[in-house]
């Protein structure tokens, strides 16, 4: 069962932790203290800095500094060994499904989009830039150039639905109006990798940025601070190997799982739940 990833209810760390119910709320113990948690000072932070930098960004794809190269010097970030994660106890993982590197700092989305018609053995899908761009225009994704007074640049989640179901897929879209802190997108979001099923995240990383959902590690223990989310990310720039995926603390990710551009208002754990109409082949 996934662990509760509300935000503790007080900044003190001296609480004990009582046996958990349902989705009662994670109270940290001393023993924890020593490692990193977000007190609500934290919390204040992780809402605050995206937030500026999603006005930094002035636009709604993904705005990411120019791509540079790996630099010399010793490996800081270390990958994983993904091909063993789906036999490792305590790990939920979808194989077979990486995140192509999109090649512009505005198509997260259909970068996202090839990947997962990719798993799925869509026709007609290559992992090129033609392809990509190809997506890009059939979903209506905007770009600086010719971009109207006031419009969002990148690709909107009901538009990232649109070109799913037309290239035949079912598609369900799922966010939160207002910031919960049950956990409860979480473990649906589990529940899916669980069952095999890519699920497409938009959160503010990057000043907005789409990614696909394909593994968790629970870590075998029962502190759900410290589990890990794997996402199939289209700008794996986060560690030194690039191989098409990122690792992220789950309790970071759900509390940065928001997006202030997609929607015409701030909006909370969106994702898309994507399946093939009919059984493909290859599958």
């Not at 759900?224 to 690039?242: F, T």
Request: hydrophobic share 35%; proline share 8%.
């Amino acid at each position: 069962m996934l662990r509760s990833f509300a935000q503790p209810r007080t900044s003190q760390m001296t609480t004990t932790r009582s046996p958990r119910q349902g989705n009662a709320p994670f109270r940290p113990t001393a023993a924890t203290q020593v490692r990193k948690r977000a007190s609500s000072f934290d919390r204040l932070l992780l809402w605050i800095k995206p937030l500026g930098l999603a006005v930094l960004s002035l636009a709604a794809g993904c705005t990411h500094p120019p791509s540079a190269p790996r630099v010399g010097g010793g490996s800081w970030f270390p990958g994983a060994d993904v091909a063993g994660l789906a036999a490792r106890p305590g790990v939920d993982f979808i194989p077979g499904l990486r995140g192509y590197q999109q090649t512009t700092d505005y198509t997260c989305g259909p970068a996202a989009l090839l990947s997962v018609a990719r798993f799925y053995h869509r026709s007609g899908i290559a992992e090129d830039a033609a392809t990509e761009m190809r997506i890009a225009q059939e979903a209506g994704t905007r770009f600086p150039e010719g971009l109207p007074p006031g419009g969002k640049l990148g690709t909107k989640p009901e538009e990232m639905v649109a070109w799913l179901e037309k290239n035949g897929f079912e598609a369900k879209l799922e966010f939160e109006a207002k910031p919960g802190d049950d956990g409860a997108a979480l473990r649906r979001l589990r529940e899916n990798i669980r069952r095999g099923i890519p699920t497409l995240v938009a959160w503010i990383d990057l000043g907005g940025h789409w990614a696909v959902a394909v593994g968790y590690d629970d870590r075998q223990n029962e502190d759900p601070w410290d589990d890990v989310l794997i996402l199939a990310d289209p700008y794996d720039w986060y560690d030194d190997v690039r191989d098409g995926y990122t690792f992220v603390n789950a309790n970071r990710f759900y509390w940065m799982w928001f997006d202030t551009h997609h929607f015409d208002r701030e909006t909370w754990r969106g994702m898309i739940t994507v399946s093939p109409k009919t059984p493909l082949s290859g599958r």
